[in-house]
């Protein structure tokens, strides 16, 4: 059983505090990585919710191996969002208090995939020509990252 289901069977739908990690991916045109998720047909960031027993470095690295099958190397902490803006209610009801830890990254070893349960594709992107359809929760943090990296 995963953590979050664990942690739903105890409090419900109520609000918990629940951390994500992800990864600001670069490869050697500095181009981004971005995933084409399944659950809303829009670009983000590689990542998700921490596991119980990791840190959130190994989350990040966790969930970018299994959304897009690269391995990071060094990761740079890039910046740490929370507070009640980042607040979020699911579909299915469930509440969280959201601390997002964001990465960059400009190592990594693998073959990326096009496709898998959880990405619907996944592509490196210039800076000039990134996709439209981009995840709203995830604008500010790529808009961040764009004026500073």
Same mark, same amino acid.
């Given at each position: ?7 739903? *069977? ?10 994500? /990690? /992800? /990864?600001?991916? &670069? *490869? ?5 990585? %971005? ?8 670009? !983000?960031?590689?990542?998700? +919710?921490?596991?119980? !027993? ?22 740079? %902490?890039?910046?740490?969002?929370? !507070? ?5 209610? +699911? ?6 208090? &959201?601390?997002?830890? %964001?990465?960059?990254?400009?190592? @990594?070893?693998?073959?990326? #995939?096009?496709? *898998? ?6 592509? @490196?992107?210039?800076?000039?020509? %990134?996709?439209?359809?981009? @995840? ?5 943090? #790529? ?7």
């Amino acid at each position: 059983m995963d953590y979050i289901t664990y942690l739903r *069977n105890m409090v419900g739908r109520k609000k918990v505090i629940m951390v994500v /990690a /992800a /990864a600001f991916v &670069l *490869n050697e045109a500095g181009e981004l990585l %971005l995933q084409k998720r399944r659950d809303t047909d829009e670009w !983000g960031l590689p990542g998700g +919710f921490m596991e119980m !027993g990791e840190g959130t470095a190994d989350t990040a690295r966790r969930e970018v191996y299994e959304e897009t099958g690269l391995h990071l190397g060094n990761l740079d %902490l890039f910046h740490i969002y929370s !507070g009640p803006e980042y607040d979020k209610t +699911f579909a299915n009801g469930d509440q969280a208090a &959201l601390v997002q830890v %964001l990465y960059s990254c400009r190592e @990594f070893t693998g073959e990326l #995939i096009k496709s *898998n349960a959880e990405s619907a594709d996944n592509a @490196f992107f210039s800076r000039q020509a %990134l996709p439209k359809e981009l @995840f709203k929760e995830h604008i500010p943090f #790529i808009r961040d990252f764009m004026t500073v990296k």
